[in-house]
């Protein structure tokens, strides 16, 4: 039996972002998206119910300010009191875990898909999902970006701006593009 696009794209194979199955779960996720950012603050409250269904795991907690963007919401699973400010995209092919207590500044980034090298498979939508997990107590600067495969170390710090390319150690503050320790600074 063929695997479906949905299944490769979950288990980090190639598939084609442009099934109808992988529209449809888009679709849901902008209606979601839409309605967190459209609401009057004092009835979204920490985050709308429609995005707060679609999520993987989400804490009672947690604090998403509008605007907010996801691509499929289902793969993302947030800890107690993680807060995301406002211009958050977690463009989610992949699973995205965030941590207890972590703070994502205004505008940061996160982008799971890869997309073929090759032209004429990437304009056929071929790519792969490559998880983000980011540790607990972490904080992360506004405008940064966290690029697929990364794994940031609980209590880390990632400077504003930074482009993330690689793992980030438990507790190292990280700069730059692409983002590199900061030395003499630890948290």
């Known amino acids: 039996m063929t695997a479906s696009e949905r299944d490769k794209m979950a288990?980090?194979?190639?598939y084609s972002c442009l099934v109808d199955e992988l529209e449809a779960l888009r679709k849901t996720a902008r209606i979601a998206v839409?309605?967190?950012?459209?609401?009057?603050?004092?009835?979204?409250?920490?985050?709308?119910?429609a995005l707060r269904e679609l999520f993987g795991a989400v804490a009672d907690d947690v604090f998403?300010?509008?605007?907010?963007?996801?691509?499929?919401?289902?793969?993302?699973?947030?800890?107690?009191?993680?807060?995301l400010n406002a211009g958050c995209t977690i463009l989610d092919s992949?699973?995205?875990?965030?941590?207890?207590?972590?703070?994502?500044?205004?505008?940061?980034?996160?982008?799971?898909?890869?997309h073929h090298r090759d032209a004429v498979l990437r304009g056929q939508g071929l790519e792969v999902a490559k998880p983000v997990t980011i540790g607990a107590d972490v904080w992360?600067?506004?405008?940064?970006?966290?690029?697929?495969?990364?794994t940031i170390g609980d209590g880390a710090i990632v400077g504003a701006g930074s482009v993330v390319t690689k793992d980030v150690a438990a507790g190292a503050v990280v700069a730059g593009n692409p983002a590199r320790p900061l030395r003499g600074v630890s948290t």
């Open 11 to 14: 288990a980090g194979e190639w």
């Open 34 to 49: 839409h309605q967190h950012n459209t609401m009057p603050p004092a009835e979204r409250g920490n985050m709308a119910s």
């Open 64 to 83: 998403i300010e509008a605007p907010f963007h996801c691509s499929y919401g289902i793969n993302i699973h947030l800890g107690g009191r993680v807060y």
């Open 94 to 114: 992949g699973r995205v875990a965030i941590g207890a207590g972590t703070m994502l500044g205004p505008n940061v980034q996160i982008y799971c898909a890869e």
């Open 140 to 150: 992360i600067g506004g405008g940064a970006i966290i690029l697929g495969g990364v």
